[in-house]
């Protein structure tokens, strides 16, 4: 009787392997983008179509203790040939071992708390083609340990092959003046160049209502460090830049804390350069803001949250557009079984009167498809700043797509 | 979920026990006797499929997949995983339930790779667009109520206790919830909300109960009309599982991240 039962338990929990052991997943969908002006460059056009799939195939095994992971990406553009690009999102081993885990191979990971801006999220590289809002991330190669255990979490990275960001081409919209050239080589100014490995370590933990993350970085700074120009005009003015890319240690911290309804976040980094021009100099940047919830807006179902967060930076005034700059923004939940949302803020210089702002919405059709729109405005930005190239690019975006 | 709602409308049986008890300790009592149990069924694992339904009758459909961790002398852990609509696969949410201080709880965003801690106090909000809300989710704590038994009363041809409960969180979206409790097996038959104004806002139905382990009653379905809307959520469970053998470490963002 013993033996029957011992042998039910046992099976039960060998049959206790996920439900989705082995499964496809991804979407597909179709984009739009209608531009309210004409270009400043001729080459550039009004509206663009363009097409994208992510498939994902995910398995896993003993339990769930082991999982392989996989995602693909790929975009064709109607016109702008640096923005029809692949990518390999993630084609990594998960294998966990007690408190312990390890993940080997191309994947992505996701650093810090604010929303307007990410400062200590290094890993991996931005694929800035995809959205100019640079959330969208290309896949790492890496060596992943981490340990989850009472007193916080450890993660340690080893990070070989640096991956190259992406830039809108010469007919894509919207993109600074100067193209930057991503078919000529980047610069690397030292040796190792894309081949130097890279190595991260973060600590992390929570202490009732605080969060809290310590991070460092030691390896090729994701954000070029300049952009070096390698075609002129008749005139002498650059028409073309390759980006330079350096190497930093950064460290890191980001936290945040509720009282209340009320969210308040902070991150910050402190980046030295160890190599090329701005060797041995230093650069902080920090994001600070609070998030205040009104659950039940006007009684109903639906949440407002208003985000405000405020951007500083010592580092030259060329590299960032966040350097003295308030974002403001409404965050509208509907609740509802569709899932319903709107954000929609901007972003105001504190010693210019540049401002950018933007509306994202998003629903779900039915069971499988989303739709998503995005408008995003460029005023009164000034000469000499990085969004005065963005000046006649206002733009809608509407996406559709397909969820399987 | 359910064990824990359980574990606050269960009346004590004290028929024979002539303590002059009033009917607010005889309410807490209860609550703690009921807790007591449910107590013992290590983990659990269950499949959930919620449907949504509005006023013209449309219907939209949630998978969710949930797994519970029993920790003894603090609320439990428990992790839920969506499997459909599609564009949410992957998205998880991880709760440490706490007795008298808020519960902890993260978001996985599987787009994004990323783990957002969210506000447990925002849990008067409706959960993925159902009539739930969180809190109507959250592990019931005996502690995060008070009560008062009310009276006896037949419902559907079964003998119920009924109890009233206050909710101690201030933020809660109700000012009572009236339940009616099987006498015999002292399980949830019926529990009606009342909201903030004290006026009558959802009933949820139990149906279908099966025992597990000759101890674990758990239902079927669980059915939630909204009078006030019109709108309603019906909750089905299958393929309970008890002790499977899950772990702290199953319990963590770094679990929370690995969710599929």
């Given amino acids: 009787m013993k033996h029957v039962l011992t042998g039910f338990m046992l099976s039960t929990v060998l049959l206790q392997t996920p439900v989705n052991a082995a499964q496809w997943s991804g979407y597909v969908s179709g984009q739009y983008r209608g531009f309210f002006e004409d270009p400043a460059d001729p080459r550039q056009h009004n509206n663009y179509l363009s097409a994208a799939a992510e498939p994902e195939f995910y398995h896993s095994w003993q339990g769930g203790d082991h999982s392989f992971n996989s995602i693909l990406f790929y975009r064709v553009d109607q016109y702008d040939d640096n923005r029809t690009h692949g990518d390999i999102r993630e084609l990594s081993w998960t294998g966990v071992f007690d408190a312990f885990e390890i993940t080997a191979g191309i994947s992505k990971v996701f650093w810090g708390v604010a929303e307007t801006q990410h400062l200590v999220d290094i890993i991996n590289q931005t694929d800035l083609v995809e959205n100019v809002d640079g959330e969208d991330k290309l896949g790492q190669p890496m060596v992943k340990l981490s340990t989850a255990q009472d007193w916080g979490t450890v993660d340690f990275f080893v990070l070989p092959y640096f991956r190259e960001r992406t830039f809108p081409g010469v007919e894509g919209r919207p993109r ?4 930057v050239n991503t078919d000529a080589d980047a610069i690397y100014d030292f040796s190792a160049g894309q081949d130097h490995v890279d190595l991260a370590l973060r600590y992390s933990h929570y202490i009732g209502e605080w969060e809290f993350g310590l991070s460092y970085f030691s390896g090729i700074d994701r954000l070029p460090s300049d952009f070096f120009p390698i075609t002129f005009d008749p005139g002498g003015q650059p028409t073309a830049v390759v980006p330079v890319y350096s190497l930093i240690n950064q460290a890191g911290i980001d936290g945040q804390v509720f009282f209340g309804d009320w969210t308040w976040k902070l991150e910050a980094i402190n980046k030295e350069y160890r190599s090329g021009r701005r060797k041995g100099s230093h650069a902080f ?17 639906s949440d407002l949250g208003f985000v405000v967060e405020y951007h500083y930076s010592d580092a030259n005034v060329r590299d960032t557009i966040f350097d003295n700059d308030f974002a403001t923004a409404l965050r509208f939940v509907l609740n509802d079984a569709q899932s319903t949302e709107v954000l929609m803020g901007f972003l105001t210089d504190a010693d210019t009167r540049t401002a950018a702002g933007f509306i994202e919405a998003s629903r779900r059709i039915g069971q499988n498809w989303v739709l998503e729109a995005e408008l995003r405005t460029y005023n009164g930005t000034e000469q000499d700043r990085p969004l005065f190239s963005f000046r006649f690019d206002n733009f809608v975006q509407v996406d559709l797509a397909y969820h399987f | 979920m ?84 599609a564009d949410v696969k992957g998205t998880a949410f991880l709760t440490f339930s706490h007795a008298i201080k ?94 903030r104004k004290n006026t009558l806002l959802k009933t949820l139905t139990y149906d279908g109960y099966q025992q597990f382990l000759d101890k674990f009653w758990r239902a079927d379905q669980m059915n939630m009309e909204n009078h006030q809307t019109g709108k309603s959520t019906t909750l089905t469970w299958s393929d309970y599982q008890f002790k499977t053998g899950l772990k702290d470490n199953d319990f963590n963002k770094n679990s929370l991240k690995r969710a599929k």
């Avoid at chain 2, 064990?3 to 028929?15: G, H």
């Avoid at chain 2, 309410?27 to 290590?42: P, Q, T, Y």
């Avoid at chain 2, 801690?117 to 667009?129: A, D, E, L, Q």
């Avoid at chain 2, 009233?164 to 019926?190: D, L």
């Fill in chain 1, 285 to 301: 940047q920090s994001v600070v803001g609070f998030e205040y919830t009104w659950v039940g807006f006007t009684g109903g179902a």
């Fill in chain 2, 102 to 195: 808020p519960d902890e709880q993260w978001l996985y965003l599987p787009a994004l790779k990323r783990v957002k801690r969210i506000n447990s106090k925002n849990k008067s909000g409706p959960f993925m667009g159902s009539e739930f809300a969180y809190e109507d989710i959250a592990s019931q704590e005996v502690e995060k109520y008070s009560y008062k038994y009310l009276r006896d009363e037949t419902l559907n041809g079964i003998d119920c206790f009924v109890i009233e409960r206050y909710p101690a969180y201030k933020h809660s979206g109700y000012t009572r919830q009236v339940g009616w409790i099987n006498k015999a097996e002292y399980r949830p038959e019926k529990i009606v909300f009342y909201d």
């Fill in chain 1, 176 to 179: 600074p003046e100067v193209v």
């Fill in chain 2, 2 to 85: 359910i064990r824990s709602t359980i574990a606050a409308f269960v009346v004590a049986l004290l028929p024979f026990a002539l303590i002059a008890e009033t009917v607010e300790e005889k309410g807490l009592a209860i609550a703690v006797e009921a807790d007591k149990r449910d107590e013992g069924f290590d983990d659990s694992t269950a499949n959930m499929t919620m449907e949504l339904r509005n006023k013209q009758g449309d219907t939209s459909t949630r998978y969710i997949r949930i797994k519970t961790l029993e920790v003894i002398g603090d609320g439990d852990k428990s992790m839920s995983i969506f499997d459909e609509p």
